[in-house]
Nanobody
């Protein structure tokens, strides 16, 4: 059974940076598109960034474009989210996820397309 484990969350001041990591095990995650979602208190879980199985294609929600960078290391079964210029509105629990696709170059942006989820890591940005 596949498992995803996030790490790297924490408390940071506005304008600062954090790097989240997601370690995958128990499955062939190099064949899956992966992504990051976040959920703030009282809000729906929302898509943040996605990356194709090959790592060649990425997609970001408008609010993080130019500030966040998603990447993956298939040899090491890891995925990362580099978050720069953090804002108070980025405060949320961040989840990594994996989902199967028809093409290795596809990215997924809908929550329902992801079948594997991590337990989440808290990111708090103080203003």
């Amino acid at each position: 059974q596949g498992q995803l484990v996030e790490s790297g969350g924490g408390l940071v001041q506005a304008g600062g940076s954090l790097r989240l990591s997601c370690a995958a095990s128990g499955g062939t995650f190099s064949a899956y598109a992966m992504g990051w979602f976040r959920q703030a208190p009282g809000k729906e879980r929302e898509f943040v960034a996605g990356i194709s199985a090959t790592g060649t294609n990425t997609y970001y929600v408008d609010s993080v474009k130019g500030r966040f960078t998603i990447s993956r290391d298939n040899a090491g079964n890891t995925m990362s989210l580099q978050m720069n210029s953090l804002k108070a509105e980025d405060t949320a629990v961040y989840y990594c996820a994996a989902g199967s696709t028809f093409l290795a170059t596809m990215t997924l942006i809908r929550k329902r397309d992801y079948g594997y989820w991590g337990q989440g890591t808290q990111v708090t940005v103080s203003s």
